[in-house]
């Protein structure tokens, strides 16, 4: 039994008329009685009882109409639901970000944009460090993420950098180098040899140092020695650190505003060479929709952005 013989039962029922569902599907009668009758055989029972005017449903060729419509509306059903699949329109997207790239303005206004155009789509968010989101998305469990600077650049991961912002030195609020202890904000920034007389505490996994691998090698180009008195895995932990008064440690512009009450910012004097960028990761031979157009609306926020 195919679709198309449910689609001439239908029309001879509903017409009750051989000649009339022919011309209704464009055919000739004589193939559709030969269709019918093949149905009938193949199901085993008289699905129409015929007379001069035309023909009637049986018993079992109203049972049957019934299952027939079901049958026809689930597939045209699923053919919608495909269409909007093969368009992007529905699906599932899973993103995975830092918290430190989550804390940029950009990645809440891309996430709005993306609902709003498309609603359809289940958003699976996870929020973790860079070399998990890494391997994640290499293992096929992501289709994309934002983090900072790549930890590493597996086979088969494409990395596009975004956007790219400043860092700034974050210490106590009551640090000797805080605004608030000198009673007015400081004339220039905090120079590099000045971070480094202080305990500085690091967001690295062992093997996969990201950005702050760059800060070290900033400092040991210019003979500095600095002392790490802290590691760890996230951003967060990273300000709940400073925070508490335990080092100093160097953030991204847009997480500045972080534990306002208790953290003091300001920018590091020849860190010039020093940035931070957002980057997109996302899989070369990725046949995800959804995360293809999740990733053509980041490039254009960027692009605006960067314009703006």
């Not at 689930?74 to 639901?81: F, H, I, N, P, V």
């Not at 997207?93 to 918290?99: H, I, K, R």
């Not at 930890?151 to 608030?180: C, I, K, N, Q, Y």
């Amino acid at each position: 039994m195919d679709i198309r013989a449910l689609r001439y039962f239908v029309a001879v029922a509903g017409t009750g008329h051989m000649t009339r569902a022919a011309e209704q599907l464009g055919i000739q009668q004589p193939p559709l009685s030969l269709q019918i009758k093949a149905l009938e055989r193949e199901l085993g029972v008289l699905l129409f009882k015929r007379h001069p005017r035309g023909v009637a449903l049986t018993d079992a060729g109203r049972l049957f109409q019934a299952e027939a419509l079901r049958m026809l509306q689930d597939m045209e059903a699923m053919k919608q639901r495909m269409a909007r699949v093969a368009q992007g329109q529905t699906g599932t997207l899973a993103v995975g970000f830092t918290s430190s790239a989550a804390a940029h303005r950009f990645m809440p206004e891309a996430l709005r944009a993306f609902r709003r155009a498309h609603p359809g789509v289940e958003l699976q968010l996870r929020e973790d460090n860079a070399a998990e989101l890494t391997e994640a998305l290499a293992a096929g469990r992501l289709h994309c993420g934002l983090l900072r600077v790549p930890v590493a650049r597996p086979e088969g991961l494409v990395f596009e950098t975004l956007l790219r912002e400043p860092v700034w030195v974050a210490m106590p609020s009551d640090h000797r180098f805080a605004p608030a202890a000198n009673g007015k904000k400081p004339a220039k920034p905090l120079p590099l040899s000045k971070l480094c007389e202080e305990g500085i505490i690091l967001v690295r996994r062992p093997g996969a140092p990201g950005l702050y691998a760059e800060l070290l090698a900033l400092c040991h180009a210019q003979g500095l020695r600095p002392r790490v008195v802290a590691e760890v895995d996230r951003m967060m932990t990273n300000l709940n650190l400073v925070a508490a008064g335990v080092g100093l440690s160097v953030v991204p512009t847009s997480m500045t505003g972080v534990h306002a009450h208790a953290i003091a910012y300001t920018r590091l004097a020849d860190g010039g060479q020093l940035d931070a960028p957002l980057t997109l990761v996302s899989r070369a031979d990725e046949d995800n929709l959804p995360a293809r157009h999740f990733a053509a609306l980041l490039r254009g926020l960027a692009e605006g952005n960067a314009a703006a």
